[in-house]
């Protein structure tokens, strides 16, 4: 019986391995399909803390991963297909390692960022394609951009990408913007922005020099059009990865664990989350890392003994 399960290897889980190892706890920690997260499709990553000349996605992983292990955290590679967490010890369900036990779980399994699934998308991830206008705008000074998405985080992340772009173009599916007003208002009074509604993506489209723009169809027409762009930042919303947990812990609508504010703390004594798969708000590596240790240092004190753990006014909210 394992002292901590963390599921999930990315900046959250990661950092959470490094603090539990260093406390002599030995957590195991379950890789998924896709070690070290979301930072290994990004390419250089230059606002982490530490490495002024900035540092390659992949590799800020794999150091954080060497760190877990030089302190005693133990990998294993496999899907957690499910959790059993009306009993103790935890059960944790993982394909090829069969029902594992331990006294407390750390979920740091992030969320997706969703993609639009047309051609040319995935092949140009870090090539001109993006989900993070925080991490990759930086690349696009005096560059056009468009943006996809019609919700609140189109509007921010045009908003945001004026500061380096000679031009945004918003492109949404429908006539309506999700977002809310004042983010809509926002971006409308920018006048690097430029609007594209009413067209459904249909390609991203790659030129001699690298992306040329978003092939979309005017839904107005029926008619297919080329917008042009050097990077196209796809803003239509993520998934939390929580489909595992099989209802047992409080998540909001959109699937995100509720955990007691300023805490990791889940629904369930012992079972703690952090990084994107409780965050709807910063879903930064740093911040991921920032309730990685949080986390640990919570286990820490349900594992002494020494947790109060109160709910009693956050959960009703
Ligand atoms: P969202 O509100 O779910 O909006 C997603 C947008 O993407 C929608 O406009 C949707 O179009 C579009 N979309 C979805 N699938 C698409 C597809 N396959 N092709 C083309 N377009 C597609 O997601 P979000 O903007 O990431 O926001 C998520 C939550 O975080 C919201 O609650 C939001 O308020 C919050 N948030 C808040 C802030 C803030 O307050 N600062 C910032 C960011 C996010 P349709 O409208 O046609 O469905």
Known sequence: MYKTIVIGTGPAGLTAAIYLARANLS????EGLQPGGQLT?????????????GILGPDLMENMRKQA????????NG???SVDFSQRPFRVKVDGLGELEAES????????????GIPGEQENVGRGVSTCATCDGFFFRGKKI????????AMEEASFLTRFASSVTLVHRREELRASKIMQDRARENSKVTWALNRTPLAVTVGETGVKGLTVRNNETGLEELVEADGVFVAIGHTPNTGFLGGQITTDANGYIVVNPGTTETNIPGVFACGD?????YRQAISAAGTGCMAAMDAEKYLEGTMVHDWSESLDK
């Open 105 to 116: 779980v750390i979920i740091s399994t992030g969320a997706s960022a969703r993609y639009l």
């Open 79 to 81: 899907w957690v297909e």
């Open 277 to 281: 798969v409780q965050d709807t708000r």
């Open 27 to 30: 957590p195991l920690v379950i």
């Open 69 to 76: 292990e030089r302190f005693g955290a133990q990998f294993k």
């Open 41 to 53: 499709t990004t390419t250089e990553v230059e606002n982490f803390p530490g490495f002024p000349e």
């Open 146 to 153: 468009i943006v996809v998405g019609g919700g609140d985080s």
